[in-house]
């Protein structure tokens, strides 16, 4: 139920907590954890150099990538917001190598979280949209500091997914396997508010995301589909198609929820032997999951993401996700050539 003044995210959290009868509302609290942590990330990314936090934190990450002053500081917010709320057992981050334990005598909760605290921030510098990508799982039970092989959970176990995209609003995008909503934050008031509910992919799209400065390192079937598309209407697909590439994954599965679209990090023979480029648990598993949520695919190119059984805590896949039946024709040109 929303009133004139428009249902909040805190509402929203609480109404559905209510539709579940055993509902402790122990998720609506990790939930405004995770709020609250995006609040100041988006606070902090908006001030940029305002407060001197642009540019490089001089380190590397467990990727061997080149750590930015934003990337550290997103991550300390998340890590410190969630272990002090009482509601996880362990956290697990892009900018941390290992699975954070919390402290002996912190209180323990019955959820992990493992998240990308800043993605796309290759951009921050240069002012282009970037965001929080977040998972959440099941702590094992009776486990008081869960390992890495305790977050080795497919994409289907997941308990919720979303996503903080700052960009000219800051929007958060959740699911909890009951469909997808996006809630747009009002400064003004500090709350975030319920602008897209129940959001649906378009079936089809006229406009595909891939870095096509790799196009010399992919394979057969993404050769085949991207040749194809830039044929157009002289080609076998009979249409003409649209171009994106922002470099932020955060920014390109917005566009996607909220128009339509196909979005590709396929392995390439530059980038085969690490598996991909995009991380499984904290970048493909909880987009896939929103993904499918919103009536869309999300598949490696022969499988389906969320399907996948994890390896490593910082294990690398192939991406490719979006309108249905656009995923689909690529899904097929893996499948049955
Ligand atoms: P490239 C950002 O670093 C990221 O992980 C995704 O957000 C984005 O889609 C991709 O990498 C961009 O990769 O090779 O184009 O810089």
Redesign the pocket.
């Known amino acids: 139920m929303s009133s004139s003044l428009g249902t909040s995210l805190t509402h929203y959290l609480i109404e559905e907590q209510q539709k579940h009868a055993g509902a402790t509302g122990e998720f609506t609290l990790l939930m405004n954890d995770i709020v609250s942590a995006c609040k100041v990330i988006s606070s902090y990314v908006n001030k940029g150099n305002l407060i001197g936090i642009l540019g490089s934190a001089e380190t590397e990450n467990v990727q061997g990538?080149t750590q930015k002053k934003l990337d550290v500081i997103s991550n300390d917010v998340f890590t410190h917001t969630l272990m002090r709320g009482g509601q996880v057992a362990a956290l697990a981050s892009e900018e941390m190598d290992e699975v954070h334990n919390l402290p002996d005598h912190f209180v323990r909760g019955k959820y992990m979280v493992v998240y990308?605290p800043l993605?796309?921030?290759?951009?921050i510098d240069v002012n282009v949209t970037v965001g929080t990508i977040f998972s959440v799982l099941r702590a094992p039970e009776g486990v008081k500091d869960p390992s890495e092989a305790d977050f080795l959970q497919p994409g289907t176990a997941q308990v919720a997914a979303g996503y903080c995209i700052y960009g000219p609003s800051t929007i958060m995008v959740l699911t909890t396997g009951q469909g997808v909503n996006g809630f747009t934050l009002d400064k003004d008031v500090g709350e975030f508010m319920l602008t897209h509910p129940n959001i649906t992919i378009p079936e089809d799209t006229k406009e595909f995301a891939i870095?096509m400065?790799?196009q010399r390192f992919w394979d057969a079937p993404v050769q085949r589909y991207i040749d194809e598309c830039l044929k157009g209407k002289e080609g076998p697909r009979a249409r003409d198609f649209n171009m994106r590439?922002?470099?932020?994954?955060?920014?390109?599965v917005h566009r996607i929820l909220t128009r339509g679209g196909i979005?590709m990090?396929p392995i390439d023979s530059k980038i085969r032997d690490k598996g991909g480029?995009?991380?499984l648990m904290y970048?493909a598993n909880p987009m896939a999951m929103i993904v499918e949520q919103a009536g869309g695919l999300a598949i490696t190119g022969p499988e389906r993401i969320m399907s996948i059984k994890p390896s490593k805590l910082h294990q690398r896949v192939p991406v490719i996700l979006g309108s249905k039946n656009e995923v689909q024709i690529v899904w097929d040109y893996h499948t049955k050539g």
Not at 246 to 251: E, G, L, P, T, Y
Request: glycine share 4%; aromatic share 12%; proline share 0%.
């Open positions: 990538e990308d993605d796309g921030s290759s951009n870095n400065s790799n590439w922002v470099a932020s994954m955060v920014a390109e979005f990090y480029k995009l991380r970048e």
